[in-house]
């Protein structure tokens, strides 16, 4: 029998799909590495995509050199949590401390899309009182900007995602979302009824980069799932799905498999001063070649990034690139993320719906009485099986024959996490090891400590969540020590001695060099960083492009803000998002 | 030009209106006033109950059915349907059929609205969330807003056929039988009371249910839009008709002058913002992927197709309900 009964299953395609719906026809324009182009940008993930979709909307020649693939979502990805570990920076890097940090997971993207292909798509905006952290609280750092130069960005992002989530945020500066709420999945029925018991005000489905509606070429979240397995739905946003597309429409290219080992610099003379002229990198054959540009932005999140600039220290700029103060590599910073786990007796199969569908920001902000600065906020999470079983070795040591049992009873567990600040420290660090990634570039060992501070807030966070699990009605309580994101060792800062970059991403050493991705942040709140990195990252376009008329490699022009470009965010932004019918 | 006749009627003497159609006009008119239309607002709440019927069917439908009282709005709206028509075609089954579904599906409807009170008592937070849960749960005053057109039914059961002579007494209602055990002064009372319904003469009563049912869907166009946080502005529209809407018809009821002049206006606004409603509720369907081709999955998914013709309904209410003449 040649072909199997009812006809063979259908190849899939040789379209290249961007989630269900979405597809881009594989030509790209291809600049050549011969000729310079106004941008080059290192890493095209969470803020490199905006900044690429933004840059070829203007009109700009620009080349975004990505490690990892350009992800065909209907072949790369599959819908389970093994076949996901692809999506994550898997390389050789070194990590230790006191408190050392879990790399190469929850904190990191290779490939297009960076690590919002993988994120829980959780968008809260920072607080206004997260930009001047040291004069409010004396600890941590102020912003070289305040909550209302980020406002219009946050707002255009929060369309352009869209995100869904209640008409009223209650926290920080009050707001609401294009979008409408999600329906509750087990975690966030256990969140609630937890939060309502103790009388703590939560918000409810939302606010999440995952459409509640149909919106362009993006349908609807239909709840399956997957989603920080890369939602194959395409109602996730990761950049690689909202602004990737329109920046290859728009003339820019994308150079994926392409590892960058350094930045290229020309010196003024003897001085201690220069331009960068472009960056070198390994090819997807793996040879090298370099490519040109008016200006560099390097986008690789909080460990590539000072990695790169360390590794293309030159004469001149021994310490790496843009390192003059010293700082670069230093305040890095992850958020505590406690996971505390709890056992009903009713089905709660955290398995389905979004991971990230309700949260409580009620503790965010400093209370004196409670002994520490700045707080934490409580939100939603729903470890598939590999993750529940590693948190259930941690927490309740389970192992063989009672692991089996835990395994067997996963349908009857729910999770709810802490998102605790942790404050920049300089002793939280990473730095250039000894041993080489398989191009022969040094890898990074990062240093990390918990401070007082800190560890008085997660005792405290820790509890608090644990408080409002069992007022959930949990007969077990059990918690996992973890962290997620990772912010910082690029900081931002108006004083060139104590700070890499100014407040629009400009390198304070090199004029023509930017850093845009979320190591710039100097603290992080206890906001998920992804939106923030991505209203960053528009702003940051803002400024490239109003900058670029008087010539980059001159320094800033003026340090006026630029104005917002409304014109150029994706098409259905503005149209209401109608739907495009298949 | 406008003129009164001789009962006191305004009557377009415009020449361009055909002389059929203004008198067909006038006709619909009188009889709405004495309360000569049994036929047709049987027909119609035997109508618009079957089409709430439709949108119970899906919405309860989404939750699965999961509790079996979910299916006692469905039949009893069609049983609505059967007793309309019938009520239509004859006279007898106007006077028995149509009451006691009507009755029977009110009752219902009270206890559907308990059931949806208690569905957002039980979600996660229950009423403490209140906000979240009328958005997310169940439809608090959809019950109440079905049973509107029991309401009707039950008016309808009251008046007096079309072909009754307008010169004839209006003769005697029939009493129904739970009230033979009432004490003999309320009995008398509500005879009045029904007869002032047989003869037309309940606008002040008919007013106050226009505010209720215009309400009812009013608060569900609010909560509804609000959960997509009013992305359209044209969505605030049925809020601020309603608004409009509420006010007339208890101003209506303060003022037969008001029951002229806004009530109509206002009953008119409700009635065009509904239907342009129901188009863009029916634009939003075919805008969901899959369209036309995923159309029960899309109606049942998507923006409430009968909603807005359920707050057209309101406005047909208060247009009734202006024509009518006052409680003596």
Known sequence: MKTPLFGAFGAPGPKHMLGAMQSIDGRMRKYGNQGEVDFCIVGVGSAGGVLLQRLARAGFSVVGLEAGPLWDTERDW??????????????????????????????????????????????????????????????GADWPICYEDLKPYYELLEREIPVSGPAYFPWGDPHGYPYGPHPMGGCGDILINGCTKLGIRVCIGGPVAILAGSHGKRPHCIYRGYCIQGCKVGAKQSTLISHVPNALEHGAEIRDSCMVSRINLARNGSSKSG????????????????????????????????????????????NGLANSSGTLGKYLMAQAGNVVLGRFPELIRMYKAPPAHAMTEEFYETDTKRGFARGFGIQTVGPLPIA??????????????????????????????????????????????????????????????????????????????????????????????RYAHLVGAARMGSDPRTSVVDGFGRTHDIPNLFVCDGSVMPTQGSANPGLTIQALAARTADYLIAQSQ???????????TPRIRYDLSPPDTWGKGVPHLK | MKAHDKFGIVRSTIADIPVDAEHAAHEITVHIREGRFQRSLALIAGFTGGMSGLEVAYEHYKGSYSNAIMYTPVILSQALLIAGVSGAVS?????????????????????????????????????????????????LFAPLLFGMSAYLGLIASFLRRESASRFARPGRVPLPTVSRLLPAKVQRDEIIELQEVREG???????????????????????????????????????????????????????????????????ALAIANGTIGFCYHARGITRRPGGTKRLLYNIIYGPPIL??????????????????????
């Open chain 2, 201 to 267: 003469r309940f606008q002040k009563h008919l007013a106050l249910s226009t505010a209720f049912a215009t309400f009812f869907s009013g608060f569900e166009a609010l909560y509804s839009h609000y959960k997509n946080n009013f992305k359209y502005k044209i969505q605030w529209s049925p809020i601020i008709v309603a608004g409009l809407l509420i006010g007339a018809s208890l101003g209506a009821i303060w003022k037969p002058k008001v029951a002229k002049r806004l009530l109509p206006t206002a009953s």
């Open chain 1, 78 to 139: 599959v819908s389970d949590e093994a076949g996901s570990h692809k999506l994550y920076w898997n390389d050789l890097r070194i990590t230790g401390g006191e408190h050392p940090l879990t790399l190469g997971a929850n904190n990191s993207g290779k490939g297009v899309g960076g690590g919002s292909v993988h994120w829980a798509a959780f968008v809260p905006r920072l607080h206004p009182s997260d930009f001047r952290v040291y004069s409010e609280d004396g600890v």
């Open chain 2, 91 to 139: 006279r007898r089954a106007a006077r028995t059929i149509l009451p006691t579904v009507s009755a029977i599906t009110l009752v219902d409807c009270a206890i559907g609205f308990g059931f949806h009170i208690r569905g957002i008592q039980r979600k996660p937070g229950g009423w403490r969330l209140p906000v979240f849960n009328i958005i997310m749960g169940p439809p």
């Open chain 1, 388 to 481: 529940f079983a590693r948190q259930m070795t941690i927490a309740k040591g389970a192992w063989g024959w009672g692991m089996r049992r835990v395994m067997m009873d996963y349908n009857h567990w729910g999770a709810i996490a802490l998102l605790g600040e942790i404050l920049p420290w300089p002793d939280n660090r990473l730095e250039l090891a000894a041993e080489k990634d398989k191009y022969g570039i040094p890898v990074t060992k990062v240093t990390f400590n918990l401070h007082d501070n800190d560890k008085k807030m997660i005792e405290y966070g820790k509890n608090k969540v644990m408080e409002v699990m069992s007022a959930a009605g949990a007969e077990e309580v059990v918690q996992e020590q």
């Open chain 1, 550 to 560: 008087f010539g980059l490699k001159k320094g800033a022009h003026s340090s006026e």
């Open chain 2, 307 to 328: 909603a807005p013709l359920l707050f057209a309904g309101c406005g047909f209410l208060g247009l009734l309900a202006s024509m009518f003449r006052r409680e003596r």
């Open chain 1, 275 to 318: 331009t960068v002229t472009g960056v070198t990198y390994f090819d997807s054959q793996g040879h090298e070649a370099e490519q040109k540009a008016k200006a560099v932005i390097v986008c690789g999140y909080a460990i590539e990034t000072p990695r790169l600039l360390l590794n293309s220290a030159c004469p001149g700029f021994e």
